[in-house]
């Protein structure tokens, strides 16, 4: 309490750490949690079970999914462009996995779902 923030971050990073060490089987649950959180339905906020919500987000899962499990050349891009994507896709995965952040702060990983939405709808409709 009344500490500056420098002082309050370096106490909860000092503490978080700790904790990692000293459970690190829990921490890895956390991880798997946020992963699920992540990709699919934050399911502890209050308004996440709104049928729009639930019905938009397995639709988004559901496509990356199809994107990432689709041969390079049945999605017709190049094999660079697709790996680099699919790369940088998983790697954002696993930064919002070992954040320390709560998992509804990941905004961000709606855009490589978005992505492959956009991958699937091109190579299916157009």
């Known amino acids: 309490k009344r500490?500056?923030?420098?002082?309050?971050?370096?106490?909860?990073?000092?503490?978080?750490?700790?904790?990692?060490?000293?459970?690190?089987?829990s921490y890895i649950k956390l991880c798997v949690i946020?992963?699920?959180?992540?990709?699919?339905?934050?399911?502890?906020?209050?308004?996440?079970?709104?049928?729009?919500?639930?019905?938009?987000?397995?639709?988004?899962?559901?496509?990356?999914?199809?994107?990432?499990?689709?041969?390079?050349?049945?999605?017709?891009?190049?094999?660079?462009g697709v790996a680099a994507t699919l790369v940088v896709a998983i790697g954002l995965v696993v930064a919002a996995a070992f954040t320390l952040s709560e998992a509804r702060n990941n905004v961000f990983m709606d855009f490589p779902q978005l992505v492959a939405l956009a991958w699937f709808a091109d190579r299916k409709l157009g």
């Not at 709104?50 to 639709?59: A, D, P, T």
């Not at 041969?71 to 891009?77: E, F, W």
């Open 34 to 80: 946020r992963v699920g959180k992540t990709l699919w339905l934050d399911w502890d906020h209050p308004k996440a079970w709104n049928v729009l919500n639930v019905g938009s987000r397995s639709v988004l899962l559901l496509a990356m999914i199809a994107v990432a499990a689709s041969p390079m050349r049945r999605l017709g891009m190049g094999d660079a």
């Open 3 to 25: 500490q500056p923030e420098r002082v309050r971050n370096y106490l909860l990073r000092k503490w978080s750490i700790e904790w990692i060490r000293d459970t690190p089987l």
